[in-house]
């Protein structure tokens, strides 16, 4: 996303990184229920999910949307778990055409109908992005733990093209499906997709507890961007493809979130408000939306205001030339790998840490580690917890 909009100057900021002028968020993600009926074992969604309860309820969720769009926010992500679980959903689209948001839904396609998607066009809903797990029937429902996953996608897929929607599909891949590359491009030329992303499994919440399982060798990798880059080429005219290539194959990280607090502004299903819909792994105090008001929340919490800037950096981010293009990497990922936040992204090569990453993608190529995939689902979650 392009940051655009004017800088607003902050107000007294009781942060330990408060840089002198901050801009608003563009992107709410409201991550409305950690609730599916799916068990993708590759989930972002917190491990421990099941523990967290007390969703925010409908009138809480629309002052959020008031409150961010008089922030500034002007895209908007309905995203979960699976968002269709709540009966609210198509009043909370409604809210967000009238406040002016271009809204996003974020779906597995479980709970979908035609007569949903009827009530989500009235309501305003701008775009609906729908996930695949595989092209092959068997492999998807194996994945999604639900052996009517494949054909219902594929019926709801149709529904949205006839109700003008832009057609937009999501493929995760990973060691057991991203060798299926060629027949998964086919199948989004058969459904008439216009967009499709690739996203290679980033290693958060249930990715991360089955990374030795699902991580792609590179040879994988590189054939599966071949083949990518032949249909890109084919079907240009009619089909966008966006390859997201896992970055424990680079040598620097990623911008992630395009910096801490600089755009995005995720928002859990209880209320609590973060930089990204991964940092509550984090050991920092965030605030919650049901007892401070977004705002405040934006320009002057402690948590959110951490990781802005580089001031907090240490070396080698600090000195490092290309601090303004990564910003120091994602947090996420240095705290779970290294053990804190503070570090440098043991992705980049700069780092202390990089041999961890090293020893990830060497057990990648071996596939000698080879482990049952853990599912996402309420059991699961609540061994976890409890481990």
């Not at 909370?92 to 998607?117: K, P």
């Not at 040879?219 to 080429?233: F, G, I, P, S, W």
């Not at 007892?291 to 600090?318: H, V």
């Not at 993608?361 to 995939?373: E, G, M």
């Amino acid at each position: 996303m392009t940051k655009v909009g004017r800088v607003l100057s902050s107000p007294v900021l009781s942060g330990p990184v408060a840089p002198k002028r901050i801009g608003p968020p563009l992107w709410l993600l409201a991550e409305l229920t950690y609730r599916c009926p799916l068990q993708c074992p590759y989930c972002s969604n917190p491990i421990e999910f099941a523990q967290i309860k007390d969703e925010l309820d409908t009138e809480q969720w629309l002052q959020v949307l008031r409150q961010g769009r008089k922030l500034g926010a002007a895209q908007l992500g309905l995203s979960g778990g699976e968002p269709l679980l709540r009966q609210d959903l198509e009043d909370l689209a409604g809210e967000a055409r009238s406040l002016g948001y271009y809204s996003n839904l974020i779906t597995s396609g479980m709970g979908l109908s035609r007569e949903r998607v009827a009530a989500l066009k009235t309501a305003g809903l701008d775009h609906i992005q729908l996930s695949f797990q595989d092209s092959d029937k068997e492999l998807n429902d194996q994945i999604a733990g639900s052996h009517k996953a494949f054909d219902k996608k594929l019926a709801m897929a149709q529904v949205v093209k006839e109700f003008d929607y832009p057609m937009v599909i999501n493929f995760v891949l990973h060691r057991h499906n991203i060798d299926h590359i060629e027949s998964i491009l086919e199948l989004c030329v058969q459904i008439g997709a216009n967009y499709v992303e690739l996203a290679n499994v980033q290693y958060y919440g249930w990715g991360l507890h089955n990374r030795a399982s699902l991580m792609p060798s590179k040879e994988q990798l590189r054939h599966a961007e071949e083949v990518t880059q032949r249909y890109r080429k084919q079907y240009q005219q009619k089909m966008q493809l966006i390859f997201v290539v896992p970055d424990y194959y680079e040598t620097r990280p990623k911008g992630c979130m395009n910096g801490w607090g600089s755009l995005f502004l995720t928002v859990a299903p209880d209320g609590l408000a973060l930089p990204c819909h991964s940092a509550r792994d984090l050991p920092i105090a965030f605030p919650n939306v049901k007892d401070t008001p977004l705002k405040d929340i934006w320009y002057g919490s402690d948590g959110f205001n951490q990781y802005r800037g580089d001031a907090w950096m240490a070396e080698p981010c600090r000195s490092c030339p290309e601090k303004g293009d990564d910003f120091g990497g994602c947090r996420c990922q240095a705290y779970h790998l290294t053990g804190s936040a503070d570090n440098a992204d043991p992705v980049c090569d700069k780092s202390s840490h990089h041999h961890l990453i090293q020893s990830a993608v060497a057990q990648a190529q071996s596939h000698n580690d080879v482990r049952p995939l853990l599912f996402r689902n309420v059991k699961n979650s609540r061994q976890m917890a409890e481990s």
